[in-house]
């Protein structure tokens, strides 16, 4: 059994920061590919950003390219998603995901394990 436990949303005015974690235990699932999902009321859930292994592929939506960013560091099981400038319409939950073939895709269909979700706010 593999549990994602995401943490770091909260409520933020427009053009601040969060930085979200993902925690990773249970059993190991080999070279992962990473990413960040997030889904807004009434809509449904969205590529945010992927990461590779290596950490060396990072791919991201239009939406959020140039001021979020993704990382993760191995040895702690961890993956990392920096929100910079902030928008409203950025209001949503924010989920990780495991994709245990390593395939950097962002098709959520494609992910094998997801977290439970923390919400991010962000107000005008």
């Known amino acids: 059994q593999v549990q994602m436990v995401e943490s770091g949303g909260g409520l933020v005015q427009a053009g601040g920061s969060l930085r979200l974690s993902c925690a990773a235990s249970?059993?190991?699932?080999?070279?992962?590919?990473m990413a960040w999902f997030r889904q807004a009321p009434g809509k449904e859930r969205e590529f945010v950003g992927g990461i590779s292994w290596s950490g060396v592929r990072r791919f991201y939506s239009d939406s959020v390219k140039g001021r979020f960013t993704i990382s993760r560091d191995n040895a702690k099981n961890t993956v990392y998603l920096q929100m910079n400038s902030l928008k409203p319409e950025d209001t949503a939950i924010y989920y990780c995901a495991a994709e245990v073939h390593g395939r950097t895709t962002v098709e959520r269909g494609q992910y094998d394990y997801w977290g439970q979700g923390t919400q991010v706010t962000v107000s005008s």
């Open positions: 249970g059993r190991t699932f080999g070279r992962p590919v």
